[in-house]
């Protein structure tokens, strides 16, 4: 599992799949949780992506 933060209050549904620079899928979102104006996502990692990999990287969502 991996927690990422929102940068704005507006976040993605569950479900949503979440993509690093390259486009490559990441994993889904499968929680939103924390505080209202900059939200937590948890996101469930694919098999071939290992989470410390992902510290300090920008994530996007589509």
């Given at each position: 599992?991996?927690v990422v933060?929102?940068?704005?209050?507006?976040?993605?549904?569950?479900?949503?799949?979440?993509?690093?620079?390259?486009?490559?899928?990441?994993?889904?979102?499968?929680?939103?949780?924390?505080?209202?104006?900059?939200?937590?996502?948890?996101?469930?990692?694919?098999?071939?992506?290992?989470p410390p990999?992902?510290?300090?990287?920008?994530?996007?969502?589509?």
């Amino acid at each position: 599992m991996a927690v990422v933060q929102c940068p704005e209050e507006t976040h993605p549904d569950i479900g949503t799949m979440v993509i690093d620079e390259s486009l490559d899928t990441v994993g889904r979102v499968v929680d939103v949780f924390g505080p209202v104006e900059r939200p937590y996502l948890a996101v469930s990692p694919v098999d071939s992506v290992h989470p410390p990999a992902l510290v300090g990287q920008p994530l996007y969502y589509r």
